[in-house]
């Protein structure tokens, strides 16, 4: 068995241990690491960022000695209140808990161990209303304009981020996996990490530009995020690189003058906001964007404001009007 390792400097520091019971006395890391290298070979890369992310969260809080019996539902309420207090939204709160839950339950029953209460009773597990993650055309303008070093990692950012949008909302975890051999007579066609939906994107000059800036004959990938062969190697580079990358838009846009709250996922959702404001057709946008269905498609539209549908009422009326 191959085990993970999380590259975690653990300082329990002052940790209230009172917390904490003498129960089972398998740590609960040793053995979650082994759950989610073996989930490596059955789920997608995105559920296995996914555990790892919330073990690593859990982590910093908890240190790596505690038990299985540790966990139960006080120290979890504590550790959704220390999420909290890092100002993480709740979304990505039930998505820690939801991925620690996940985890616990294999661990359990894979050890047939007998758990007297579920730890995650009390802890929120829903999801909460997406607050608006597109951009205006003014904010990109102020990002794209912004002179940045050149072969600085902020340049790189900026470049990621338009190549984004540029590339029909393409996802960071895509662009960071993009290869060169996914480019033909001037196409990208790619696979959707989530959905492995089929994309084809046809290849602009400003596109281009991007890609030849970071051309390098050594490397396979058409960005510099990722650069191990080794499949495990690769998605520690995704992971560190994409919560770097988050740090530098930040950084980004409050250089740019940009008050709203840039992430990897904004792009993405700009795509398909001008899109549907520009009349193309929802299953077309769904196809872009590399949906399964229109429904997920609408989540990333829903933020919209409302004007257009005050206006098309209001034409829909007068005609009506006119009619009586």
Known sequence: MVTINLNVNLKL????????????KQRFVMLAQQVITEEMLYKSN?????????LRSFISFTGEFLTIDDINPLL???????????????NTISC???????????????????????????????????????ITETEILQIKQLI??????????QDTLLFSLYALGMPFV?????????????????????????VHIHIEPCIQEIIDRYRNPNSKYVFPFITSEDKLKA???????????NRTLKRI?????????????????????????????????????????TNTTITYIREIDDAPIAEANHKLLEKLNNLI
Not at 100 to 127: A, D, H, Q
Not at 175 to 196: D, F, M, V
Not at 235 to 245: A, H, I, K, P
């Open 235 to 245: 998605l520690r580079q995704y992971l560190t690189n994409l919560g770097r990358y």
């Open 46 to 54: 995105s559920t296995i960022e996914n555990y790892l992310t919330a």
């Open 148 to 157: 940045l070093p050149e072969n600085s990692y902020l340049k790189l950012c």
């Open 174 to 198: 895509d662009i960071a996996n993009l290869r060169h051999s996914q480019i033909s007579n001037g196409i990208i066609l790619y696979y959707r990490h989530k959905t492995k939906q089929p």
């Open 96 to 134: 820690y808990m939801r991925s620690l839950r996940t985890i616990y339950n294999k661990i359990v029953s894979n050890k047939k161990m007998k758990i007297n209460e579920n730890p995650f009773i009390t802890v929120f597990m829903g999801k909460t209303k997406t607050q608006k993650r597109s």
């Open 13 to 24: 520091g002052k940790r209230n241990f009172s917390l904490f019971g003498n129960g089972n």
């Open 253 to 293: 846009a409050a250089m740019a003058g940009v008050s709203a709250n840039i992430t990897s996922y904004t792009m993405r959702h700009t795509w398909a906001s001008f899109a549907f404001r520009n009349n193309v057709d929802l299953p077309v946008i769904s196809k872009a964007l590399g949906h399964t269905n």
């Open 76 to 90: 979890m309420e504590h550790y959704q209140q220390y999420l909290k207090s890092k100002d993480i939204c709740l």
